[in-house]
């Protein structure tokens, strides 16, 4: 069984500090993951993705590092801003042809001015 | 940018009836989804379409939910009768291949009294 896990439903950071968002799947059947950003009212925007084969992939002030032996992934936004602000998912593509995604629960980051 | 555009944002119905939700991808992309959330809940996968035919289902999309594209733009989502179980936040995506990221539209909350 596929799942993504994002046991932390809330995150509050200051401007310009650095924010960590952490994920965890269940199996290696991933191949690659993906972070969503969502505001409110406002359907989902890919962020950053990060494949299996890598450890990190960074892109501006966002880094996402990948532990596959924890089978743990962990989002970096370094400094945070308060425009961060948003829930943010962690996706991975179900293995096999039509790789729909699977998706965490979602954390809601706040970054405080 | 190009981007996945939604109608309508809100729609609101009575249970028993028929809805559809509207979506135009974004044009050369090859891959139509739809996904849903509940409030509160996970985004949750329904569909995934490509070369005109479903190619992907989940569970959640029973009998009483169909999608066509009727014309080169547009993808559509209908719910022959609603229950009230069925309100949620409805997004479209698209993407050029199955291997790339998904680009969401803004979602339809649909309400079902």
């Known amino acids: 069984d596929q799942q993504v896990k994002q046991n932390s439903p809330s995150l509050s950071v200051q401007e310009g500090r650095i924010s960590i968002l952490n994920c965890d799947y269940t199996?290696?059947?991933?191949?690659?993951f993906l972070w969503y950003k969502k505001y409110p009212a406002e359907g989902p925007t890919f962020l950053i993705s990060?494949?299996?084969i890598k450890d990190k992939n960074e892109d501006g002030r966002f880094t996402v590092f990948l532990n596959k032996s924890a089978k743990h992934l962990s989002l970096h936004i370094v400094p945070s801003q308060p425009g961060d602000s948003a829930v943010y998912f962690c996706?991975?593509?179900?293995?096999?042809?039509?790789?729909?995604?699977?998706w965490g629960l979602g954390t809601s980051l706040a970054v405080n001015p | 940018e190009p981007e996945v555009t939604q109608t309508p944002s809100h729609q609101v119905t009575q249970m028993g009836q028929e809805v559809i939700l509207r979506c135009v991808p974004i044009s050369n992309h090859l891959y139509f989804y739809w996904y849903r959330q509940i409030l509160g809940q996970k985004v949750e996968f329904l569909v995934s379409f490509y070369n005109n035919e479903i190619s992907e289902k989940s569970e959640i999309f029973d009998d009483q939910f169909s999608v066509e594209r009727p014309d080169g733009s547009n993808f559509t989502l209908k719910i022959r009768s609603t229950k009230l179980e069925d309100s949620a936040m409805y997004f479209c995506a698209s993407s050029k291949g199955s291997y790339t990221e998904a680009f969401f539209g803004q979602g339809t909350r649909l309400t079902v009294v």
């Open positions: 996706a991975g593509p179900r293995a096999g042809n039509n790789r729909k995604l699977i």
């Open positions: 990060i494949s299996s």
């Open positions: 199996n290696s059947m991933f191949d690659y």
